[in-house]
């Protein structure tokens, strides 16, 4: 093991889209645990939209990071040195942990995973916030039914994959929008999603939507916002469900994201329109991980990931969030587990 950590700190609140000078990388000794601590060797690193959110200094749902402090966010790694009696060295454990090679942590902050269940990028995506993030919104507010039509944005980003399939187990008709030929096909031919919308292949969304969508849309899954959700909201049923996961389509504008007046739409239609987080769901997380991990030992949920290589790579990984880089959850392999 080197002597020597290195972290990632938020070097500026950046202006419009983040660059390369938005981080700063340095080095510090390891830290010894001490009683009731461990030591944990970060494996893989989670890098997701909401981030963008805490580098500025906006009120939000959760503390923005602060300038020149550690990033921080979801990590699975392996316990290398432990004072606690909860864990063992080769423990596998994912928690919010700072973005560094290693961290010392009390042993509450992190909990034990099974790579035997599945793999431990699992962890961070269909079996973690991702999943669950995915069953609550679209179960809890989307409600989906059978024979319903199911609409998705953002639909080949992590969330929204697990959004589609959760909707096709409970005998909806799921529409996916997505961004190039590659994530359509994949929606469709991999997880049976029935129809697609390229939307930067059509010359009149709303139109591709409603001949896709014939019967009209009971349930839309908003992950990105701006002019997507725009031309979905034409073509809204009546009781019609809108889980607002996202607005990633705004997160870099240094303007006000202004668009069509929604208001008429939801009284025409009686829709409801709920804006929500995954930490809403917190004392029901037990019960959505188990329903995620049967679904997928049974073969009724699968996952996409993009691995970017290299704890040096981290930025170039969260930067391509925002150009649509990543199919399914986008992480970082920052090590090897030792077994």
């Keep these: 093991m080197p002597e020597t950590n290195e972290k990632i700190l938020l070097a500026e609140r950046p202006e419009g889209m983040p660059s390369h000078e938005t981080f700063n990388y340095q080095e510090e000794p390891i830290e010894q645990p001490q009683d009731g601590q461990v030591l944990v060797k970060t494996i893989y690193l989670s890098v997701d939209p909401y981030m963008r959110g805490r580098m500025s200094s906006a009120k939000s749902y959760v503390e923005p990071f602060g300038v020149n402090e550690v990033i921080n966010g979801s990590v699975a790694g392996e316990v290398v040195e432990s004072k606690s009696s909860l864990f063992e060295p080769g423990d596998k454990v994912m928690g919010m942990l700072a973005w560094k090679r290693y961290n010392t942590i009390e042993d509450a902050a992190v909990r034990k995973i099974d790579d035997t269940i599945a793999p431990l990028s699992a962890y961070l995506g269909i079996l973690g916030i991702t999943g669950l ?11 989906p039914a059978a024979g319903e039509t199911v609409v998705i944005s953002g639909a080949a980003g992590a969330v929204g994959m697990a959004a589609g399939q959760i909707a096709k ?7 996916g929008i997505a961004g190039t030929n590659k994530k ?3 929606l469709k031919n991999e997880l049976g999603f029935d129809e697609t919308v390229n939307y930067n292949q059509v010359s009149d969304l709303t139109a591709a939507l409603a001949e896709a969508c014939p019967k009209g849309v009971d349930v839309y899954f908003d992950n990105v916002g701006g002019p997507v959700s725009d031309a979905v909201m034409s073509q809204l ?3 019609s469900r809108i889980p607002v996961c996202g607005a990633i389509s705004s997160y870099n504008k240094t303007e006000a994201d202004v668009g069509p007046r929604v208001q008429p739409i939801l009284v025409k239609s009686r829709a409801l329109i709920q804006g929500f987080i995954v930490g809403d769901y917190a004392s029901r ?9 049967a679904w997928l030992s049974e073969g009724k949920l699968t996952y996409e990931e993009t691995i970017v290589e290299g704890f040096e790579n981290v930025p170039d990984a969260f930067l ?14 920052v090590s090897e587990p030792s077994k």
Aim: a neutral charge.
């Design 133 to 143: 993030t995915a069953y609550f919104g679209m179960l809890d507010i989307g409600k």
């Design 169 to 175: 187990l409970r005998g909806a008709r799921v529409v």
């Design 184 to 186: 359509t096909e994949y």
């Design 237 to 239: 049923n009546d009781f």
């Design 285 to 293: 997380f037990q019960e959505g991980s188990e329903k995620l991990a």
């Design 320 to 333: 391509g969030l925002f150009t649509g880089e990543n199919l399914g959850k986008q992480l970082v392999k």
